[in-house]
C-alpha cells in the first residue's frame, strides 16, 4: 500500500467526472498524490493507501458502474480509508441541506466503514446520453447545480484526515 489516493467514480455523461477531477485537485493541493479513473478501468485498489469512490445518482441509486467498483474491492476498501461523493439532485437542494445517501449507499457505508459520505448537486445539460436524460431535458428539468466551493471544502476535511491522520 502507498500514500496514492484514487479518486474513481460512476458516471454516464461526464458530470461526476469533472466532481472527481475537482476532489483530486484539492487534495493534491494539499499534497497528496493522486489518482483519478472511472470506476470500471479499476482492476485493483491494492496499491492505494485511501479511495474516494463518486456516483452519479439516477432514480434513487448509485450509478452502476459505482455499485459494482465497490462490490468488486470491497474487502480491500475495507481495510483502508474510504470516502464515498454522490452527485444527482438537479436543483438547488444539495447546497441548502445536507441530503443524506440513498439506501444502498448507506448499507455499503456502514458495511466498509466508509468514513463520510456528501450528496453534491448535479448537472444534466443538452446532448445528455439516455431516455430519462432526455425526458429530464424536454420537461426544463437540466442545468447545472454542481457547487466547487462546497466540493472543495468537503475535500479539504478529506485531505485533513488523510494528512493529519
Known amino acids: 500500500m502507498t500514500d496514492t489516493?484514487?479518486?474513481t467514480y460512476g458516471t454516464t455523461n461526464g458530470s461526476t467526472a469533472r466532481i472527481a477531477e475537482a476532489v483530486a485537485d484539492?487534495?493534491?493541493?494539499?499534497?497528496l498524490t493522486v489518482?483519478?479513473?472511472p470506476a470500471p478501468a479499476v482492476t485493483s485498489v491494492a496499491t492505494?493507501?485511501?479511495?474516494?469512490?463518486?456516483g452519479?445518482?439516477?432514480?434513487?441509486?448509485?450509478?452502476?458502474?459505482?455499485?459494482?467498483f465497490v462490490r468488486r474491492h470491497r474487502?480491500?476498501?475495507?481495510?483502508?480509508?474510504?470516502?464515498?461523493f454522490s452527485s444527482g439532485p438537479l436543483d438547488a437542494s444539495a447546497s441548502e441541506r445536507n441530503i443524506p445517501p440513498v439506501r444502498g449507499v448507506r448499507g455499503t457505508m456502514t458495511r466498509l466503514g466508509v468514513?463520510?459520505?456528501i450528496t453534491f448537486g448535479g448537472c444534466l445539460e443538452e446532448g445528455a446520453r439516455g431516455r430519462v436524460a432526455g425526458m429530464l431535458l424536454r420537461s426544463g428539468k437540466g442545468g447545472d447545480f454542481r457547487d466547487f466551493g462546497a466540493i472543495e471544502t468537503w475535500t479539504e476535511s478529506v485531505a485533513d484526515a488523510l494528512t493529519q491522520g
Not at 26 to 31: D, E, I, N, P, Q
Not at 49 to 54: D, I, P, R
Open 56 to 68: 452519479a445518482l439516477y432514480t434513487g441509486r448509485w450509478h452502476k458502474d459505482a455499485r459494482r
Open 26 to 31: 484539492v487534495l493534491r493541493k494539499a499534497g
Open 75 to 84: 474487502h480491500a476498501l475495507a481495510e483502508r480509508p474510504v470516502w464515498f
Open 115 to 117: 468514513r463520510d459520505h
Open 48 to 54: 492505494y493507501g485511501a479511495v474516494v469512490v463518486g
Open 35 to 37: 489518482e483519478v479513473l
Open 5 to 7: 489516493v484514487l479518486v
